[in-house]
């Protein structure tokens, strides 16, 4: 309704005492079903004294969060070496001349001419992957490459927040495509 002044929505307390029944377990409901359901519902939105209630707008948060557990690893990888390839992209060529994020082996090259940086994944043992370490002993040129490997929670926190990124370009390009003007807040949101 259209009220000026209107209260909307239900805080937290109020949902809980609404759920209230005799034999239901309410211990877990504000966290484990009510905060999940504040960053899972599309159109669940909270107003500055937490109270929830219901838009015909989309919460961003809750879309990210879908749209994100919705990618599987290989596009979240694809997205990683994207952003490892700017991060890295040699710019004097003092050091490396090439870079090559997260390759299988059979795509490393290495050249008398350039020195090749090789971002790996970070393997479940200590040390780097044994597969990468034959590859450095049979190779001749060892001076032209270089390994970049870091710790494996590192790398899954890269991957979820590769998946993250991939999300928001999605949700940006499609509220392009809806031509929503810049200064809309869900935009800003």
Known sequence: ANVPNAVLGLSIP????????PGRNLVKLKGDVLEKLATAAWYLHSNRDGKLFFRNVENLNAKLESLAKAYVREQSL??????????FKPVNGWCYQEVLPLPAIDEINI??????????????????????????????????????TGS??????????????KAIQHIIDEMNTEKVPATDPQFKQ
């Not at 694809?78 to 991060?87: G, I, Y």
């Not at 970070?122 to 370490?133: A, F, H, S, T, W």
């Open 152 to 165: 494996r929670d590192t790398f899954d926190s890269l991957i979820e927040s590769a998946k993250r990124l």
């Open 111 to 148: 050249a008398a001419d350039k020195a090749t940086l090789v971002i790996s994944e970070p393997y479940m043992g200590q040390g780097l992957n044994p597969q990468l370490k034959q590859f450095f002993d049979q190779t001749t040129f060892k001076n032209r490459v270089a390994f970049l």
């Open 14 to 21: 109020e949902i809980v005492g609404y759920l209230c029944a």
């Open 78 to 87: 694809k997205e990683l070496r994207q952003r490892l390839t700017d991060l």
